[in-house]
């Protein structure tokens, strides 16, 4: 299916949103699809380049590419259109902060996501990260728009959690930014199975996470289709 690659930045300012953790989960399920994909690292953090680093031999062959770019020249020609030849999808992890790198992402970028955990510092940090969507649609006509992933969702029921997930909704609404049906629960499997070098789709393949997953990566695959 290669061709023109399909870019998507993962962004928030907030950190501890899940970026990273969206990012490795749904590139490694495209990837099993039979999709090619690069996960860009563009946080100086480097959390993706170093699970890769530490990937489970037993499947590596079967994981995304990463690749570490924390610069803010990803827009620029010859830079991540050169990079992204040959794969599929693309994905920026970007780094939490609306600074230069995140800005250039989504110059890049087809699609933004920004996870959001379901909590006031989340959803506060939010309406300024959908701020810098709108802004870099002006210069950017490939960028559609930004989608919020809610991430770290209690996986019972609390009025806390709802309440969030409402605020959330409303703000999408007002704002003209959708919210995905699918979401990600707060799961052991995702911090265990990146400890590990894997994701949830190899770590527990029958389990809540890599269900989670499947629906995030189908709802993607149909919004951009």
Avoid at 53 to 61: L, V
Wanted: glycine fraction near 8%.
């Amino acid at each position: 299916m290669i061709g023109v690659p399909m870019i998507i930045a993962i962004c928030q300012r907030k950190g501890g949103s899940g970026k990273t953790t969206l990012s490795i989960s749904l590139a490694c399920e495209l990837q099993s699809r039979g999709l090619s994909t690069l996960i860009v690292d563009a946080d100086p953090q480097g959390t993706a380049t170093d699970w890769r680093g530490a990937a489970d031999e037993t499947i590596e062959d079967q994981l995304p590419s990463v690749l570490a770019l924390a610069k803010d020249t990803l827009h620029r020609k010859g830079q991540l259109d050169r990079i992204a030849q040959g794969f599929d999808y693309v994905l920026i992890d970007c780094p939490p902060a609306l600074g230069a790198i995140t800005r250039s992402a989504l110059m890049a970028c087809d699609v933004a996501l920004l996870p959001t955990r379901p909590n006031a510092a989340d959803i506060w940090s939010l309406d300024s990260m959908i701020e810098l969507v709108h802004e870099a649609q002006s210069f950017n006509e490939r960028l559609t728009g930004g989608w919020v992933v809610l991430t770290q969702k209690p996986p019972r029921r609390s009025k806390g959690a709802e309440l969030g997930a409402e605020h959330l909704a409303s703000l999408s609404d007002s704002k003209g930014i959708e919210l995905f049906s699918s979401s990600m629960a707060n799961r052991v499997t995702y911090p265990n199975s990146m400890l590990n070098g894997s994701a949830p789709n190899f770590y527990e393949p029958k389990g809540k996470a890599a269900e989670e997953v499947i629906a995030i990566t189908n709802e993607l695959l149909k919004r951009i289709q």
